[in-house]
């Protein structure tokens, strides 16, 4: 089941309508309010407009991580045009993606597909690298024997990381592992989910190092 919380109901009813043609099941709710009563039953991904009325899509975006019952349901934001500040503070908070309306509907299934595939770890490896313990059948990373809950997105670009302790990885190159290659987007998100990796891991976001002018490698 897909959430779909979008206040427009036009829109709403068009989301709701493309996910069912492309085979999800989806639900609309025009508020958070609406939206909170229907978590009973978890959904699968939801799609996050950050304008609501009454409580924000931020807010609710917050309130889903805090919650060990609600924190690895992936989330996509719906920001306006040019919001960057919005997009910023939904991929700190953790967001899985975004999308800048207005969008196409097959846009957003296309990435609804692309955020579920990265959410499905069929591997049954432990990555260790000094203090980083990661368990990819648990999803669980430890730090210094401290469990740290990060973001799909943060996890694998920390499992892509440990896979290749020493190796520059570009942006591009994240871009097209963790964002999945029909991606369409500037390196700065690369960035912002770095930056919040590293805040993550304290003292261990050390070990991401920057290479000036290429991207990054855990050293």
């Known amino acids: 089941m897909i959430y779909c919380v979008e ?11 493309t996910l069912n043609v492309a085979g999800f099941e989806a639900a ?6 609406k939206f909170w009563e229907a978590m009973d039953e978890r959904p699968q991904l939801i799609m996050l407009d950050i304008m ?7 807010s609710i975006l917050k309130k889903l991580k805090r919650d060990p019952g609600t ?5 996509i934001m719906a920001t306006a045009k040019g919001s960057e500040y919005d997009t910023v503070i939904g991929l700190d908070l953790g967001a899985d993606d975004y999308l800048c309306k207005p969008f196409g509907m097959m846009e957003m299934v296309s ?3 692309a955020v579920l595939r ?12 000094k203090e980083l313990e990661m368990d990819t059948s648990r999803h669980i990373v430890k730090v210094k024997g401290k ?3 990060f973001t799909l997105k943060e996890y694998d670009i920390l499992k892509l990381f440990m896979e290749n302790i020493g190796i520059v990885l570009t942006r591009e190159r994240l871009l097209e592992a963790v964002w999945d290659q029909s991606f369409i987007g500037e390196s700065r998100t690369v960035d912002v989910h770095i930056g919040t990796l590293r805040s993550k891991l304290g003292s261990s976001g050390d070990l991401i190092q920057t290479v000036r002018g290429v991207g990054y490698r855990m050293e």
């Open 71 to 75: 924190v690895d349901i992936p989330v």
């Open 111 to 113: 990435r609804i597909k």
């Open 147 to 149: 469990e740290i809950t």
């Open 28 to 33: 609309g709710f025009p508020d958070g309010k």
């Open 7 to 17: 206040d427009d109901q036009s829109i709403r009813d068009l989301m709701v309508y």
């Open 52 to 58: 609501l009325p009454g409580e924000d899509g931020l």
């Open 118 to 129: 990265r959410s499905v770890h069929e591997d049954h490896a432990v990555l260790t690298y």
